[in-house]
C-alpha cells in the first residue's frame, strides 16, 4: 500500500539529482572509445592501411624535387614490402631496417603477434598450470636468449 502525504516527501528534496544503484559502473570521464568495427568489436585498422597505400602507391607520383632523392629507398620499399603491413609481418619482414614500409609501424605487428600468441599461453595455464608454467617460462627464456644471441651476431647496441 503506498504511503502518501507529506511524511513520505520529506526525506527527498523536490530537486535533488535520483542517486545510482550501489553496483552501478563508474564512467571514467578520461575515456576516450577507439573506433571498432562493429561485427567484432577489434579496433579497425583502415587508417593504418590507408598510411600504408598512400606511401607506397600515391606519394612515387606525387614526391618530385629535391625530397625524391631523400625519400626513394622508403617509397621504394613500401611498393616493394606494402603486404607485410597488411598482414602484420612487417617487424619480421624485410630484415634490413632500410627497407621497412611505414617504419614507426613495427609496433602493431608485434602488438598482434602477442595477441594472437597469448590464448594459448593462457588456456595451458589455465587449463593445467603444471603444465603451463613451465611452457611459459620455457618461451620466456627462450625469447630472452634468441633477444641476446641477435643483439650479439647482428652487433646491436
Same mark, same amino acid.
Given at each position: 500500500?503506498? @504511503?502518501?502525504?507529506?511524511?513520505?516527501?520529506?526525506?527527498?528534496? !523536490?530537486?535533488?539529482?535520483?542517486?545510482?544503484?550501489?553496483?552501478?559502473? @563508474?564512467?571514467?570521464?578520461?575515456?576516450?572509445?577507439?573506433?571498432?568495427?562493429?561485427?567484432?568489436?577489434?579496433?579497425?585498422?583502415?587508417?593504418?592501411?590507408? @598510411?600504408?597505400?598512400?606511401?607506397?602507391?600515391?606519394?612515387?607520383?606525387?614526391?618530385?624535387?629535391?625530397?625524391?632523392?631523400?625519400?626513394?629507398?622508403?617509397?621504394?620499399?613500401?611498393?616493394?614490402?606494402?603486404?607485410?603491413?597488411?598482414?602484420?609481418?612487417?617487424?619480421?619482414? !624485410?630484415?634490413?631496417?632500410?627497407?621497412?614500409?611505414?617504419?614507426?609501424?613495427?609496433?602493431?605487428?608485434?602488438?598482434?603477434?602477442?595477441?594472437? @600468441?597469448?590464448?594459448?599461453?593462457?588456456?595451458?595455464?589455465?587449463?593445467?598450470?603444471?603444465?603451463?608454467?613451465?611452457?611459459?617460462?620455457?618461451?620466456?627464456?627462450?625469447?630472452?636468449?634468441?633477444?641476446?644471441?641477435?643483439?650479439?651476431?647482428?652487433?646491436?647496441?
Amino acid at each position: 500500500v503506498p @504511503v502518501a502525504g507529506p511524511s513520505a516527501q520529506q526525506d527527498v528534496a !523536490p530537486d535533488a539529482p535520483v542517486p545510482d544503484p550501489p553496483d552501478a559502473p @563508474v564512467p571514467d570521464p578520461t575515456y576516450a572509445p577507439v573506433p571498432t568495427d562493429a561485427r567484432t568489436d577489434a579496433p579497425t585498422d583502415a587508417p593504418f592501411l590507408i @598510411v600504408t597505400m598512400v606511401t607506397g602507391f600515391l606519394l612515387p607520383v606525387i614526391v618530385r624535387g629535391p625530397f625524391e632523392t631523400i625519400l626513394k629507398p622508403l617509397l621504394q620499399a613500401c611498393q616493394d614490402y606494402w603486404w607485410t603491413n597488411f598482414l602484420y609481418l612487417n617487424n619480421l619482414i !624485410p630484415w634490413s631496417k632500410m627497407e621497412i614500409c611505414v617504419g614507426h609501424s613495427w609496433y602493431l605487428s608485434n602488438d598482434f603477434q602477442f595477441y594472437a @600468441v597469448a590464448p594459448i599461453f593462457i588456456y595451458l595455464l589455465y587449463k593445467s598450470p603444471r603444465i603451463g608454467v613451465p611452457v611459459t617460462l620455457v618461451a620466456l627464456m627462450g625469447s630472452c636468449i634468441a633477444a641476446g644471441v641477435l643483439s650479439w651476431t647482428h652487433n646491436f647496441t
